[in-house]
């Protein structure tokens, strides 16, 4: 992934303090527009600033390390993929957790994997050949599922704010009350105001988020396609081959049976079945 080792190893001995606001994910499920929102509701409704990085606003715990983190000023915001065992944890911290259904993310991860060339030399590689590593669990923060799974069963715990990227995308309004009344009244105040909503909701689309993704920060110079890419619920259907569609949907059952994830995405499983379903196991 290209972080300083030294900082992901510090990251990871972070000691949560009260009142730490932690926006969790596994990669590529909506962290940027979370943290863009998150940050629009700190700071009344304005946008970042142009030559300003997000990820330095509301940084990545394992990309900074420990110390950059603890001198944020209080409260801190901040972004982490660490799987759930591994995240800080602290009880008067708050946890929002953005799921994405794998068939899209694994495309997104691709993407990402292609298009950071200095960091994972895969500029060649096809999405053949990351799909077998993203459902071998072999990518950055290991599996899908084990991310997805522990943080599922906490997502009725108080300190937690458990949303999907298909219910952002759905009804962005909703997504960022949801945010602002679990984040604390000092937030959800601010969205009385007609025009921090309004500013909050056009500043965070995916439209205007393309167009400045350039602008915000340009700290991300072995980046070689755009970031904010497509922001589609299923775009995976331009790329999965029948057999992949079919193994992913198993591997999906297989942690839905214990679990019951599959109520995450109503419809999604069977779907996949209905358009792929013929597809025969040699
Ligand atoms: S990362 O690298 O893990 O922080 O990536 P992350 O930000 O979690 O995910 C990137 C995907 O989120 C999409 N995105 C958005 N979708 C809708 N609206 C907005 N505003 C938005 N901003 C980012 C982004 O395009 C990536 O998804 P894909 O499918 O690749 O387009």
């Keep these: 992934m290209g972080f300083p080792a030294d900082c992901f190893e510090s990251g990871l001995g972070y000691q949560a303090q ?8 596994y990669p590529k499920c909506g962290t940027t527009w979370t943290q863009h929102i998150v940050w629009m ?14 990820n330095r606003e509301i940084p990545h715990l ?9 001198a944020l000023p209080a409260p801190r915001f901040i972004k982490t993929h660490l799987p759930h065992a591994l995240t800080p944890y602290h009880p008067e911290a708050k946890y929002i957790y953005i799921a994405r259904n794998p068939f899209d993310c ?9 298009g950071f060339v200095k960091h994972y030399d895969f500029a060649e590689g096809t ?3 990351f799909f077998e590593c993203f459902i071998n669990g072999e990518v950055d923060f290991g599996d899908y599922f084990e991310h997805l799974v522990p943080w599922y069963a906490c997502k009725d715990n108080a300190n937690v704010l458990f949303l999907t990227y298909e219910d952002m995308v759905e009804n962005t309004q ?5 945010m602002a009344k679990f984040l604390g ?14 500013n909050i909701l056009h500043h965070t689309s995916f439209a205007q988020m393309s167009q400045k993704q350039s602008r915000w920060s340009s700290k991300r110079p072995n980046y070689a396609a755009p970031f904010i890419r497509k922001g589609k619920v299923g775009d995976w259907q331009n790329h999965f081959s029948q057999e992949q569609a079919m193994r992913l949907v198993d591997k999906f059952r297989v942690y839905s049976a214990q679990t019951n994830i599959e109520k995450l995405w109503p419809g999604l499983l069977d779907d996949v079945e209905k358009k792929y379903g013929e597809f025969c196991w040699q």
């Design 18 to 25: 009260a009142g730490d606001n932690f926006i969790v994910t």
């Design 41 to 54: 509701l700190q700071q009344n409704g304005q946008p970042l600033p142009v030559g300003k990085d997000i």
């Design 62 to 70: 394992e990309q900074v390390g420990s110390e950059f983190v603890a």
């Design 127 to 129: 999405f053949a050949d």
């Design 185 to 198: 009244t000092q937030y959800s105040k601010q969205l009385k105001k007609l025009d921090v909503l309004n």
């Design 174 to 178: 909703r997504a960022v009350i949801e």
């Design 106 to 114: 694994v495309v997104s991860f691709y993407y990402h994997t292609q």
